[in-house]
């Protein structure tokens, strides 16, 4: 979602683009893209199981409803000129590159992860040109059509400016200690917060810890009165300023936020989700690992390991931090090359 925002948003600048967006009808995606005012066009989707589900059934006529959908409003579509469908991944996404393909419109492809999904590689069948976040994901596609482009981040992440210091009432401007940020993702992590709360005397001694716990376990750790201790249900705006002010970010390791801290060179301990399609969390961590000098714990392992030490590794850690290229550029240029031939 955040990279067909960042995308949405560049293009929107030259204002030369008539942008509309299909997407499911379920989901928090057409509230986002209601608010920016791009035009959203809701199409039924499924998923393809590869397992024996009841659900497999209803969703073979759910995909090809949504094909019948895809089809019309690419013909729509085409009778405004010149159009570029631009697939930034999951089962929603495969009927109208389909769609687009056969009604003759250029079809661009961005895999997020290390690990392609079974929706980009069906949709990479029928798409002209299939960009990547990581070089891993190279050898999932055709060498003809696939290239690196990097993740699209937001223009934030390559520049110091700190946009604001205040966090949920708390000003973070003239802390008297470095700031250690932890988060579990939005719905937070049951064995992270409990790593964190295992360690938290020490940890606020020597940090001033923003830990955004998710809204399940927020009352608990609402109570845990430490000083120097600030728990969040939900980071909701500021998130790559309360990178660029952390010391040290311990995390999950989603494609966003690897490529982010890549661009920011940030210190940081990845916890990836376990259950995550392909371990893809996991192959992410390995790219901030070889590249930033990430540290990787295992969910299975993390009450085995000691938090001290790992904070102590990093100190000692030497690996000078390459920056992540910036995606959104790169992809930006295609289209717009692609657009004006």
């Known amino acids: 979602m955040l990279p067909a925002v960042s995308i949405i948003n560049r293009l929107r600048e030259n204002g030369k683009y008539q942008i509309k967006?299909?997407?499911?009808?379920?989901?928090?995606?057409?509230?986002?893209?209601?608010?920016?005012?791009?035009?959203?066009?809701?199409?039924?989707?499924?998923?393809?199981?590869?397992?024996?589900?009841?659900?497999?059934?209803?969703?073979?006529?759910?995909?090809?409803?949504?094909f019948i959908q895809s089809l019309k409003l690419a013909f729509q579509f085409r009778n405004s000129g010149r159009s570029i469908v631009f697939s930034t991944g999951g089962f929603v996404s495969v009927p109208m590159v389909i769609a687009g393909r056969i009604m003759g419109h250029t079809v661009f492809l961005h895999e997020q992860t290390s690990r392609a999904g079974l929706a980009n590689r069906i949709g990479a069948i029928f798409a002209h040109r299939i960009f990547v976040s990581f070089q891993d994901s190279l050898a999932y596609f055709p060498r003809s059509k696939v290239v690196y482009s990097g993740y699209p981040l937001r223009d934030e992440c390559f520049?110091?400016?700190?946009?604001?210091?205040?966090?949920?009432?708390?000003?973070?401007?003239?802390l008297d200690r470095p700031i250690l940020f932890i988060t579990g993702g939005g719905n937070g992590s049951r064995p992270l917060n409990e790593w964190i709360k295992k360690n938290l005397d020490w940890l606020c001694v020597e940090y001033f810890v923003i830990h955004q716990v998710g809204s399940l376990f927020y009352s608990d750790y609402a109570k845990l009165t430490r000083s120097n201790y600030l728990p969040l249900a939900f980071v909701a705006k500021g998130m790559?300023?309360?990178?660029?002010?952390?010391?040290?970010?311990?995390s999950r390791a989603g494609a966003g936020t690897v490529c982010e801290l890549l661009a920011l060179g940030k210190p940081s301990i990845l916890v990836p989700l376990p259950h995550?399609?392909?371990?893809?969390?996991?192959?992410?961590?390995?790219?901030?690992?070889?590249?930033?000098g990430s540290i990787i714990v295992e969910e299975k392992t993390i009450n085995d390991i000691s938090l001290k030490e790992l904070f102590g590794q990093l100190a000692?850690?030497?690996?000078?931090?390459?920056?992540?290229?910036?995606?959104?550029?790169?992809?930006i240029k295609e289209i717009d090359q692609m657009a004006s031939k």
């Open 276 to 292: 995550a399609q392909k371990n893809e969390q996991y192959f992410n961590a390995l790219e901030a690992k070889q590249k930033l």
């Open 240 to 250: 790559i300023d309360l990178f660029k002010l952390s010391h040290i970010v311990i």
């Open 159 to 174: 520049d110091q400016e700190i946009r604001s210091y205040e966090i949920a009432g708390t000003n973070l401007a003239h």
């Open 21 to 66: 967006y299909v997407g499911g009808h379920k989901g928090i995606e057409k509230e986002i893209i209601g608010n920016l005012g791009i035009e959203y066009f809701p199409v039924s989707t499924g998923k393809l199981r590869r397992y024996l589900s009841l659900e497999n059934l209803f969703d073979i006529f759910r995909l090809f409803y949504g």
């Open 316 to 331: 000692q850690s030497s690996q000078k931090p390459a920056m992540a290229p910036n995606g959104l550029d790169f992809l």
